[in-house]
């Protein structure tokens, strides 16, 4: 079992990018899906889960809707991170984490210049 991270890069400051994890092995379904962060220095921080039923938390700005938002597809097995309006301190490696396998992806970078 595994899960997989994609659609990092660059972006400028005020622009979007949308990232995917992928999970392989199991089906994703049956858990709850959380988008962590870490940026140089930096604790890990929770970013946003969603649960099996589909109600989603944003940790990040929870203030600011629509910057940050948590989806999935059962289907695909995928889950999603929307992210909109980035700012220069939104730059970290973001990674994907289902707790209850205790899975980890290996995280793609998002850099976003000022």
């Not at 938002?69 to 973001?94: C, F, H, P, W």
């Not at 990674?95 to 850099?111: A, D, F, N, S, V």
Request: glycine share 12%.
């Amino acid at each position: 079992a595994q899960l997989v991270e994609s659609g990092g890069g660059l972006v400028q400051t005020g622009g979007s990018l949308k990232l995917t994890c992928t999970a392989s092995g199991f089906r994703a379904r049956g858990y709850n899906l959380s988008w962590y962060r870490q940026a140089p220095g930096k604790e890990r921080e929770l970013v946003a889960s969603i649960e099996l039923s589909g109600a989603a938390i944003t940790f990040i700005d929870p203030s600011e809707k629509g910057r940050f938002t948590i989806s999935r597809d059962n289907v695909k097995n995928e889950g999603y991170l929307q992210m909109n309006s980035l700012k220069t301190e939104d730059t970290a490696v973001y990674y994907c984490h289902i707790p209850t396998r205790k899975l980890w992806g290996q995280g793609t970078q998002i850099t976003v210049l000022s």
